[in-house]
T-cell receptor, first 111, second 115 residues
């Protein structure tokens, strides 16, 4: 079945270091979404990418959609303790109403 | 955020109990979802309702019974659960945007413990 995998599963960084999580889909995606879930919280929508090769920035966060629309990445520059949480990518299922969520990358930032 | 609310926030129940989880969305969306989030698994989609009609049942055991009386309310009825059903149950709503994407707006979740 359709799968969306993310690597790494966990990442521990020192505050100020950069962080990247990678998302890979087994199928071509019409769009990709990114969500952040703080510890004890619920997933919150961050951004959506639609075009092949698209790059979007939100302050220190840079999101990229691959040329083949099967992979994506989220890069955080100079991490802060407020960046702690689990980051999920998600893409639409094929011929369904559902969103397929990635396995998530848990980020821990040490001060 | 108060767009999607869930009650109760925490629930402890025995295996023979019957309880219900409630979700309400105030965003005017057409689709509502139940997800299960366990400690060691990614978000698992359970059910999808679109315009009150169930469009997806992701092979969920019959001890979980959803109900969607209208586009704003969603229930998950629980009976004879197992300890492995302990998890965070998240409700979400969505509506297709201009790009054709279904962005999910999640509620705070119900933390369920089955003893």
């Amino acid at each position: 079945g359709q799968q969306v995998m993310q690597i790494p599963q966990y990442q521990h960084v020192q505050e100020g270091e950069d962080f990247t999580t990678y998302c890979n889909s087994s199928t071509t995606l019409s769009n990709i979404q990114w969500y952040k879930q703080r510890p004890g919280g619920h997933p919150v929508f961050l951004i959506q990418l639609v075009k092949s090769g698209e790059v979007k920035k939100q302050k220190r966060l840079t999101f990229q959609f691959g040329e083949a629309k099967k992979n994506s990445s989220l890069h955080i520059t100079a991490t802060q303790t407020t960046d702690v949480g689990t980051y999920f990518c998600a893409g639409p299922g094929v011929n369904t109403d559902k969103l397929i969520f990635g396995t998530g990358t848990r980020l821990q930032v040490f001060p | 955020e108060t767009g999607v609310t869930q009650t109760p926030r925490h629930l402890v129940m025995g295996m023979t109990n019957k309880k219900s989880l409630k979700c309400e969305q105030h965003l005017g969306h057409n689709a509502m979802y139940w997800y299960k989030q366990s400690a060691k698994k990614p978000l698992e989609l359970m059910f999808v309702y679109n315009f009150k009609e169930q469009t997806e049942n992701n092979s969920v055991p019959s001890r979980f019974s959803p109900e969607c009386p209208n586009s704003s309310h969603l229930f998950l009825h629980l009976h004879t659960l197992q300890p492995e059903d302990s998890a965070l149950y998240l409700c979400a709503s969505s509506q297709e945007n201009l790009a054709g994407a279904l962005v999910q707006f999640f509620g705070p979740g119900t933390r369920l413990t089955v003893l």
